[in-house]
């Protein structure tokens, strides 16, 4: 039996608008710890991996460990029926091949039910460890939406460079070059509009623009992004999701030749 | 030229 009551309801239907351009059918795993997902793109040059604490949810019950299968595409589109301040309960009863979304209405004075079939999705569940990062960049996520937006207008890929100057993304492409260069920033107003950058040592990676604008779908999650590069590494492109968890990409660097 | 990395060359299965 697994009943799942969040209140804030909203943040579940952009937890969905944030991975389903990304990936099409993915597995939610339920556990006592929380609500997690885990799954590539179709491309398996991308990864989101998604958790929701259950300590964040008004009532958690999951009386044991169970796998969900869904398209999110379609899962999406029955979120999308719920109002933006309605509670959102999933529910799923054992051994049944179905998952249950039910909305409340603020004033409880509309309930609705939405069933949907799960689908069998054998992904792989990767490992992916810990690890120590050359530079760390926590920066507003509106700032970080607006220059992958504005460089892909310009070309494919970009290469993030953070020196001691700050971080630098640039890009190439047919009708010229285009640089930005964002410096940290600590006096500010309010502590997410701050540019923070942690740098061990200097590192400068090239990604395809095309990934990193699907991650920024997750903007309306949180007021800020921390972008972790290693030179070994893909980059994982963070966004808080207020006291739940968070919402993290992995992209693949490309690999000069 | 550049080719794009792969998720499965960095993370293996778990």
Redo the contacts between chains.
């Keep these: 039996m697994l009943e799942l009551r969040l209140v804030q309801g909203s943040l579940l239907k952009k937890v969905l608008d944030a991975m389903r351009e990304l990936v099409n059918d993915a597995n939610f795993d339920c556990s006592a710890t929380g609500f997690s997902l885990q799954a590539m793109d179709s491309s398996h040059v991308a990864l989101v991996a998604l958790l929701l604490r259950s300590e964040g949810f008004e009532h958690y019950r999951c009386d044991r460990n169970l796998s969900m299968g869904m398209n999110l595409n379609n899962m999406s589109k029955m979120l999308r029926c719920a109002g933006n301040d309605d509670i959102i309960t999933i529910k799923a009863d054992d051994g049944t091949d179905s998952v249950t979304f039910m909305f409340e209405s603020p004033n409880q004075d509309k309930i609705a039910d939405f069933e949907m079939k799960l689908m069998d999705i054998d992904s792989e569940h990767l490992g992916i460890p810990d690890a120590e990062y050359q530079a760390i960049v926590r920066m507003p996520s509106s700032e970080f939406a607006r220059i992958c937006k504005d460089l892909s207008s310009i070309g494919d890929t970009v290469v993030i460079s953070v020196t001691k100057e700050g971080v630098k993304f640039s890009t190439a492409g047919d009708i010229g070059t285009a640089n930005i260069v964002c410096r940290q920033n600590k006096t500010v107003d309010k502590p997410e509009e701050a540019t923070i950058i942690e740098m061990q040592e200097p590192v400068s990676l090239t990604f395809a623009l095309r990934y990193l604008n699907s991650f920024t779908k997750a903007t309306p999650l949180s007021d800020t992004v921390t972008i972790s590069l290693s030179s070994e590494l893909p980059v994982v492109v963070e966004y808080k999701i207020a006291e739940m968890g968070y919402i993290r990409y992995y992209l693949a660097p490309k690999i000069e030749e | 030229?550049?080719?794009?990395?792969?998720?499965?060359?960095?993370?293996?299965?778990?």
């Design positions: 030229r550049s080719s794009q990395g792969r998720m499965l060359s960095y993370f293996g299965n778990s």
